[in-house]
């Protein structure tokens, strides 16, 4: 049964503060602002978390960089750490945030975009310096920007690419003019982030492109990184459960803990390629992407 917070019959002097009971037996005192979300049968706030159980890890990842592979990888490796793998296996296996933090057998692991929103940003207002996470282990995980600006559109307006006879897309060329919010602060982003790995506490870069291209290699490497066991067998197991013919099946039959949208064009799993890119834009809106890159992210260029 959830528990619920007692109403007091008389109201106190000063504003009581809720008190929240999860399931490792800590009470929580929460400021009245933070609204704690449901999460099984327990109460949780990712940002009080914080203060009771280190992350062994924080994943630095845009949307549409990836993360969703990532968290299938990591939701396969950390499952051999419960005691009935089948049955403990989380229910959103892709929600990083949410399953680490409430089940104290596995690495706590937080994903996160930073602290300045990249949706609301131009490339100057990126960070450059990341002190909180100077001791911390951190994962880079990037992606070509071009791929990710392309996802993020898709997913909004269900592109069809060239290849089905669709026409460029205006919406994700808009993207790429932009100065605010556009192609140049994804691409500023990422590469603040790998410019700066040598002050964090302890780093390893994953790029979308290596993933694809050597999955077995990549994965034991992020398992060597997390001191976890990187057998070629283990890893072999990982890397076939974490595939994307069998993630894109899983999100059609629900097994994801996501909203299904009814386009198949704006499902999380569309096409799982690296530089998709090419198939929704012009020659012209190609050039242009491609300065931008050369500018803001010239390990891409």
């Known amino acids: 049964m959830i528990p619920s917070n007692p109403v007091p019959s008389t109201p106190p002097r000063t504003p009581a503060t809720p008190v929240y009971h ?46 969703a592979w990532l968290g299938a990888i990591l939701a396969h490796a950390f499952a051999d750490l419960l005691p009935n793998k089948t049955a403990d296996f989380p229910a959103k296996p892709l929600d990083i945030d949410s399953w680490t933090t409430i089940d104290p057998r596995l690495p706590r692991i937080v994903a996160t975009n930073g602290k300045v929103n990249p949706w609301k940003s131009t490339p100057e207002q990126m960070p450059r310096a990341f002190p909180w996470l100077a001791k911390v282990p951190v994962i880079v995980l990037t992606r070509d920007p071009r791929d990710i600006a392309t996802t993020i559109i898709a997913r909004r307006y269900a592109l069809r690419p060239a290849s089905e006879g669709a026409s460029s897309s205006h919406e994700l060329e808009s993207l790429i003019d932009t100065e605010h919010a556009g192609l140049a602060t994804l691409a500023a982003t990422q590469h603040h982030w790998i410019a700066a790995t040598h002050t964090f506490g302890s780093s390893h870069i994953v790029t979308y492109e290596h993933l694809h291209a ?76 491609q300065r931008v890159i050369a500018r803001h992210a010239p390990e891409y260029a």
């Open 22 to 67: 999860i399931h490792q037996h800590l009470d929580l005192r929460l400021a009245p602002f933070q609204e704690p979300t449901i999460v099984g049968a327990s109460f949780l706030d990712t940002r009080v978390a914080r203060a009771f159980r280190r992350p062994a890890a924080v994943i630095l990842a845009l949307p549409g960089a990836g993360r």
């Open 214 to 289: 050597d999955p077995h290699l990549e994965i034991g490497r992020l398992l060597n990184f997390l001191h976890m066991e990187a057998t070629a067998q283990r890893v072999a197991g990982i890397a076939h459960a974490s595939r994307f013919e069998a993630l894109r099946d899983a999100e059609n039959q629900g097994r994801l803990g996501l909203r299904l949208p009814t386009d198949p064009n704006k499902r999380l799993l569309r096409r799982g390629i690296t530089g998709g890119f090419r198939d929704y834009l012009s020659s012209s809106a190609l050039a242009q992407a």
